[in-house]
């Protein structure tokens, strides 16, 4: 909203940023939807405290109303904010490869050219892939039978 501090919610988007390390775009929206509730809290409980300030000083009779119905989104978005906070703990447990490539990008090695050719740039990037995972290694499937007739084989003698 224009009479929000800007700011500060990009404060909070980014301290929520460092506080869960998210691996992916994915995780990055969960992150900024976790922020984005967070304002809406403090939003609401302005909202809330201004009610009470103008029953106060005019003398309302619908505070009650109004608290239970802020007090109810409030409870809402703190569930929402809890079921993001599964979802990210859902991939950093569930995907560890992911945390891994973040800490350990590509590696890229720099390449210096000659100055001596002008069409080539001062220096390029060359991107280097890690080798292909190995086939899964083939096993042999046991055979199988029906339980009944499996039951039965056990108890005959060979």
Same mark, same amino acid.
């Given at each position: 909203?224009?009479?929000?501090?800007?700011?500060?919610?990009?404060?909070?988007?980014?301290?929520?940023?460092?506080?869960?390390?998210?691996?992916?775009?994915?995780?990055?929206?969960?992150?900024?939807?976790?922020?984005?509730?967070?304002?809406?809290?403090?939003?609401?409980?302005?909202?809330?405290?201004?009610?009470?300030?103008?029953?106060?000083?005019?003398?309302?009779?619908?505070?009650?109303?109004?608290?239970? @119905?802020?007090?109810?989104?409030?409870?809402?978005?703190?569930?929402?904010?809890?079921?993001?906070?599964?979802?990210?703990?859902?991939?950093?447990?569930?995907?560890?490869?992911?945390?891994?490539?973040?800490?350990?990008?590509?590696?890229?090695?720099?390449?210096?050219? @000659?100055?001596?050719?002008?069409?080539? @740039?001062?220096?390029?990037?060359?991107?280097?892939?890690?080798?292909?995972?190995?086939?899964?290694?083939?096993?042999?499937?046991?055979?199988?039978?029906?339980?009944?007739?499996?039951?039965?084989?056990?108890?005959?003698?060979?």
């Amino acid at each position: 909203m224009t009479n929000e501090d800007r700011a500060a919610c990009d404060a909070l988007r980014k301290e929520l940023t460092e506080f869960y390390r998210p691996l992916n775009q994915i995780t990055t929206g969960i992150v900024q939807d976790i922020a984005t509730a967070h304002w809406q809290i403090g939003r609401l409980d302005r909202c809330l405290v201004t009610q009470w300030n103008l029953a106060i000083a005019g003398g309302s009779n619908t505070v009650p109303e109004l608290t239970a @119905s802020i007090n109810r989104q409030i409870d809402q978005l703190q569930l929402r904010i809890a079921r993001l906070e599964r979802r990210i703990k859902f991939v950093h447990v569930n995907f560890p490869a992911a945390r891994a490539e973040t800490k350990t990008q590509i590696n890229e090695p720099t390449v210096q050219s @000659s100055e001596k050719d002008p069409g080539v @740039s001062k220096s390029c990037r060359i991107f280097v892939m890690p080798p292909p995972m190995p086939p899964p290694k083939a096993s042999t499937p046991k055979p199988t039978c029906h339980p009944l007739l499996e039951k039965h084989l056990k108890r005959t003698p060979a």
